[in-house]
């Protein structure tokens, strides 16, 4: 089982910044290597979907974001350290929620859009932007 730990939650004042990662580990690591799969970052509010906020291709050399986050929040990746990262800008109580990472898509491939693609996650991390 792959395991992906998310930290960098917390309680952030509106306006204010937090950066999120997330790591891999785990005994089966060696067979699904995730420096070689997309990820993405997802997040669910209380009573609302789990969605897609940001992804990245398996080099880095694509990425993508949902409307909501365009233009303050960024993605990255260090496939030496099989982390990925989401540096959260300008952040807005609408913010608030549980944040995940998650693994998947196809190996060497682009950034896959649908929630069922992602086939390892992360337990989450809590985000609190007050106003």
């Known amino acids: 089982q792959v395991q992906l730990v998310e930290s960098g939650g917390g309680l952030v004042q509106a306006g204010g910044s937090l950066r999120l990662s997330c790591a891999a580990s785990?005994?089966?690591?060696?067979?699904?290597?995730?420096?070689?799969?997309?990820m993405g970052w997802f997040r669910q509010a209380p009573g609302k979907e789990r969605e897609l906020l940001a992804g990245?291709?398996?080099?880095?050399?694509?990425?993508y974001y949902g409307d909501s986050v365009k233009g303050r929040f960024t993605i990255s990746r260090d496939n030496a350290k099989n982390t990925v990262y989401l540096q959260m800008n300008s952040l807005k109580p609408e913010d608030t929620a549980v944040y995940y990472c998650?693994?998947?898509?196809?190996?060497?491939?682009?950034?896959?859009?649908?929630?069922?693609?992602?086939?390892?996650w992360g337990q989450g991390t809590q985000v609190t932007v007050s106003s």
């Open positions: 998650a693994a998947g898509g196809v190996k060497y491939g682009g950034i896959p859009y649908g929630r069922s693609a992602y086939e390892h």
């Open positions: 785990g005994r089966t690591l060696s067979s699904y290597p995730l420096n070689i799969y997309p």
């Open positions: 990245i291709s398996w080099n880095g050399g694509s990425t």
